[in-house]
């Protein structure tokens, strides 16, 4: 789609291709694992939230009414949940290498949300939701680990400039 003038070029995120696929979210990478970091993944997958809570949860409604309820932060790891003491160099202090910890509630829930395989139009829903910069966070995470690298600028370019305060950290 040619860049016309301010115009962007929407066209990829808004209108879902024709057809009866037209719904269907491509998946790029590992199908079982979302490509999320093994240490991060082993923790969510034993998890007791996500395994007893999470797999109560059977509907997208559901799953974004618990993002809005619990998330407070965006995270892998709950804070002071991690051991990095004595580690030194690259490792020490670095979020996602060394030891694991309490995996957190978002990436519960975002793995979840791939358990569910969302079609376009929900993962539309989640971006575009108001109701929580924690819901949209979790949509814009759920394209960066689960949609085609060529696509990624298609899906974020319209939410570029937006200034809603969003902690990373756990609070």
């Excluded at 999470?54 to 932060?73: A, R, S």
């Amino acid at each position: 789609m040619a860049n016309v003038g301010n115009q962007l070029p929407t066209q990829a995120v808004s209108k879902p291709p024709s057809g009866k696929h037209g719904n269907v979210l491509p998946l790029w990478g590992n199908e079982k694992t979302m490509n999320l970091n093994p240490m991060i993944l082993t923790n969510v997958l034993s998890s007791p939230y996500f395994k007893v809570q999470l797999y109560e949860l059977k509907t997208y409604h559901e799953v974004v009414d618990e993002i809005y309820f619990k998330v407070t932060h965006i995270e892998p790891w709950e804070k002071g949940s991690r051991k990095t003491a004595g580690q030194t160099g690259m490792c020490g202090g670095v979020r996602g290498v060394g030891t694991g910890g309490i995996v957190s509630t978002a990436f519960c829930l975002l793995y979840k949300l791939f358990t569910l395989k969302l079609t376009r139009k929900q993962l539309m829903g989640l971006i575009t939701h108001t109701d929580s910069p924690y819901i949209r966070a979790l949509g814009f995470m759920y394209i960066r680990y689960t949609q085609p690298p060529t696509d990624l600028l298609d899906w974020y370019d319209g939410f570029l400039d937006d200034e809603e305060f969003l902690s990373s950290e756990p609070e």
